[in-house]
């Protein structure tokens, strides 16, 4: 098992440039979440899907937008970035929508805009 | 709202020496607490959990926890670190008003030889 993929590993942009990251899950995990980490600041929630279907808004979702492809696959599409999009973006998945439920991460995409 | 404080941003310790790395929160009742460990280059990965019962618990790696309402603190310790466990630490604190984690800032740990 693979467990939890992202892709690409790193990727440099220009302010004003779209692009899409991508997830995905082997574990049959029915939630999917999207992070961003800015030093000191941990890991904060920019979106996150419950179950295949539905997506909700986190606590910065702004400039962010979202597609649960499947089951398995879950992307973050930046429309036009910015300088302060700059950061690691994790993808993780649980079982279910429920800070009870243990979250497993993907190794993290570092993103920079200049 | 919930927060949770890692004072630490920075800690070096001898290989062999024991750790302590803190946690302090902020919540209104019995909280979730997590700690996640994120070695270089990799995803986080849970170490323990306490959700209720006994205050102290036992992860992976040799690192145990203790919860201490009173002080609203959940502190990572280990024993004896080894060059391995140089990482970045998050504690976490849930569930908040959507039912989510809340991450702390995180602290790095060095380990010198």
């Known amino acids: 098992n693979a467990g939890v993929t992202q892709t690409p590993k790193f990727q440099v942009l220009k302010t004003g440039q779209s692009m899409t990251l991508q997830c995905a899950q082997d574990m049959n995990h029915n939630s999917m979440y999207w992070y961003r980490q800015d030093p000191g600041m941990g890991l904060r929630l920019i979106y996150y899907?419950?179950?295949?279907?539905?997506?909700d808004k986190g606590e910065v979702p702004n400039g962010y937008n979202v597609s649960r492809l499947n089951k398995r696959e879950f992307s973050l599409r930046l429309e036009s970035a910015a300088p302060s999009q700059t950061s690691v973006y994790f993808c993780a998945s649980s079982e279910s929508v429920s800070s009870y439920n243990e979250q497993f991460f993907g190794p993290g995409t570092r993103l920079t805009v200049l | 709202a919930q927060s949770v404080t890692q004072p630490d941003i920075h800690i070096t310790v001898s290989e062999g020496a024991s750790l302590e790395l803190r946690c302090n929160y902020s919540y209104g009742a019995t909280p979730y607490l997590f700690w996640y460990v994120q070695s270089p280059g990799q995803g986080l990965q849970l170490l323990l959990k306490?959700?209720?019962?006994?205050?102290l618990v036992q992860g992976i790696k040799g690192f145990e926890a203790e919860f201490k309402r009173s002080q609203s603190s959940f502190n990572l310790r280990k024993p004896s670190v080894h060059w391995s466990d140089a990482a970045e630490y998050f504690c976490a604190v849930g569930p908040n008003a959507g039912n989510m984690l809340t991450f702390g800032g995180g602290t790095r740990l060095m380990v010198k030889p």
């Open positions: 899907s419950a179950s295949e279907g539905t997506t």
């Open positions: 306490y959700f209720s019962g006994d205050t």
